[in-house]
């Protein structure tokens, strides 16, 4: 079982005791459950930066640092992890290595899941503004 917590504790429990497995601590709050894909894990945090941990033994993958606090949980399709700021971006990196593969400006703070359908990723706004992007951006 895999958990947040807004002190920025990322925590792997036994799934039949609930013993804490490892931990894994950031410096800053998560507000989003982890997306899970193979052996990583993948979660942003309120400072901005994408986590990639593995999830057997909490050990960091790669982070990267964007540009404005992650509120929403990662979406993951594909080599691509995408996610939302509340700086008004929204942003594919590759999941294997945490680099960035685009970043798109949208005209309001994004701080809802992304939703991936029939090859297009959908991004909604606290402006009420829908987006949608195919994998190399617009």
Same mark, same amino acid.
């Given at each position: 079982?895999?958990?947040?917590? =807004?002190?920025?504790?990322? #925590?792997?429990?036994?799934?039949?005791?609930?013993?804490?497995?490892?931990?894994?601590?950031?410096?800053?709050?998560?507000?989003?459950?982890?997306?899970?894909?193979?052996?990583? &894990?993948?979660?942003?945090?309120?400072?901005?930066?994408?986590?990639?941990?593995?999830?057997?033994?909490?050990?960091?993958?790669?982070?990267?640092? !964007?540009?404005?606090?992650?509120?929403?949980?990662?979406?993951?399709?594909?080599?691509? &992890?995408? &996610?939302?700021?509340?700086?008004?971006?929204?942003?594919?990196?590759?999941?294997? =290595?945490?680099?960035?593969?685009?970043?798109?400006?949208?005209?309001?703070?994004?701080?809802?899941? !992304?939703?991936?359908?029939?090859?297009? #990723?959908?991004?909604?706004?606290?402006?009420?503004?829908?987006?949608?992007?195919?994998?190399?951006?617009?």
């Amino acid at each position: 079982v895999l958990t947040t917590t =807004t002190a920025g504790v990322l #925590l792997g429990c036994d799934v039949r005791t609930g013993a804490v497995r490892w931990r894994y601590k950031a410096a800053s709050p998560f507000y989003a459950a982890p997306a899970v894909c193979g052996d990583t &894990l993948y979660v942003g945090s309120l400072d901005g930066i994408v986590h990639a941990v593995r999830w057997k033994d909490g050990t960091e993958a790669w982070h990267t640092a !964007l540009e404005g606090p992650i509120d929403a949980a990662v979406v993951i399709s594909g080599a691509y &992890l995408y &996610l939302g700021t509340l700086k008004k971006h929204v942003v594919a990196l590759d999941r294997r =290595t945490g680099a960035v593969a685009w970043t798109e400006e949208v005209d309001g703070r994004v701080k809802t899941p !992304l939703t991936v359908a029939f090859g297009r #990723l959908l991004v909604a706004t606290d402006e009420r503004t829908v987006f949608c992007y195919g994998q190399e951006g617009r």
